[in-house]
């Protein structure tokens, strides 16, 4: 018999709609961008496999890299050194070190609802209990200080935030952090702050929680600013204390992250703003079509998202979202039932626009046929 801790675990909603997908069906279910990761990237990690980065590295990740993650950083935190920084395999193993790190059986961890699906399980195998707060679609995705006093209590050890925001494209205003900051001061919590969309804003700017005192830990991943999803490579940037103490964590998750695609991101750091930028044109693009088609769709309402590469629709027919993402795969089209996300996202479905225009063109259509014989079976009800 395996341990309840694993028992406990669900498998993920996104998981759940892409395996039992049918062959050709259309991938709107997964963040995933459709580009590739800059041609420099590519032959410097060729390069490094020919040249003998074949092997262990430092735990915490290669010097250079982390210095020049630590510059990165240095414009809102001067006293940003490289000690702050962890490269990682990709940001979920960034967020499992820090829950591991951090939460005790017994403490309890605020996550937001709708939020990514590892929040509350990494919560849970820490032995911690999640406790959700709401980021309501009728207040911008964007939560509500007064429902997060209610929310904490002396057991409260860490607040999870997500900005920009899988699944709601909520990006919060630099008044949110604030705020947000302020409140994880007054009850001593530290701020799991989960960045990994922040080159992926269309409406305002990315604040980060990163270097506003001593209580947040960034997690970040070149997953998706690279368009290097598969190559399971992230960091970390938190106090260097704390740093130290995940940095154990991280060494008995992975040993160290990958030598030869470390090697490769620190050659192509310099195209990076190229990269993300036409990327961000891209999306921003596909957001535009994806939002008006969605808003014309009988039964459906899709708020703008501000940043990463989500549409979070409403819909009003009369199924849940779970049964509405069923009957989208048997069409062939591969969605996420927003209550794979909370509570809250009940009555939503997410769609990546990461996904090739025809995709996108081809989903839209399988999904507006759906939208039309739903709400022709509501007005009938
Ligand atoms: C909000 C958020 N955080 C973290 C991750 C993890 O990404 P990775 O482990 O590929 O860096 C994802 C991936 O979809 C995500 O959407």
Redesign the pocket.
């Known amino acids: 018999m395996v341990a309840q801790r694993v028992r406990d675990i669900e498998i993920s909603g ?1 998981r759940r709609m892409f395996e039992a997908a049918p062959p050709g069906a259309v991938n709107l279910g ?3 961008p459709d580009f590739e990761p800059p041609a420099i990237v590519i032959r410097a990690l060729v390069s490094a496999v020919h040249h003998k980065m074949n092997h262990y590295g430092p735990s915490a990740g290669l010097t250079a890299l982390r210095e020049k993650i630590a510059d990165r950083y240095r414009a809102i935190d001067p006293d940003v050194g490289r000690e702050n920084v962890i490269i ?8 499992m070190a820090c829950a591991l790190a951090l939460y005790d059986p017994g403490d309890e961890v605020l996550v937001p609802d709708p939020g ?1 699906v ?1 929040y509350a399980p990494h919560a849970r195998i820490a032995g911690a209990t999640p406790v959700a707060y709401s980021l309501a679609e009728e207040k911008g995705f964007l939560p509500d200080l007064d429902e997060l006093e209610r929310r904490v209590t002396p057991s409260t050890r860490a607040i999870v935030v ?1 900005s920009p ?2 699944p709601t494209g909520g990006v919060f205003p630099k008044s949110v952090v604030e705020r947000l900051l302020a409140f994880a001061d007054r009850h001593d919590l530290t701020v799991v702050s ?1 960045e ?2 922040d080159e992926m804003v269309y409406e305002g700017h990315h604040v980060s929680f990163a270097g506003k005192g001593d209580r947040a830990v960034v ?6 600013m690279f368009a290097m ?1 598969g190559w ?3 960091f970390l940037v938190a106090p260097r204390a704390l740093a130290v103490e995940i940095n154990k964590v991280h060494y008995h998750l992975v040993a160290c992250p990958s030598t030869p695609a470390q090697a490769a991101v620190l050659a192509g750091l310099g195209a990076l703003h190229e990269a993300t930028a036409a990327m961000r044109t891209e999306f921003q693009a596909r957001r535009e079509l994806i939002v008006r088609e969605l808003n014309v769709m009988p039964g459906m309402r899709c708020v703008p998202p501000a940043g ?1 590469f989500y549409a979070f629709p409403r819909f009003t027919w009369p199924v849940t979202a779970y049964a509405a993402a069923g009957d989208l795969l048997k069409r062939g089209l591969i969605t996420t039932p927003g209550d794979a996300f909370g509570r809250l996202g009940a009555r939503h479905l997410r769609l990546s626009f990461a996904a090739s225009r025809p995709d996108l063109r081809r989903g839209l259509g399988i999904l507006q046929e759906y939208a039309a014989e739903m709400h022709g079976r509501r007005s009938r009800a």
């Open positions: 996104i997964l963040g995933e990682t395999a990709g940001g979920s193993e960034g967020l990514f590892l997500n925001s899988n989960d990994v969309y997690v970040n991943s070149f997953s998706k999803t399971r490579l992230g990463a």
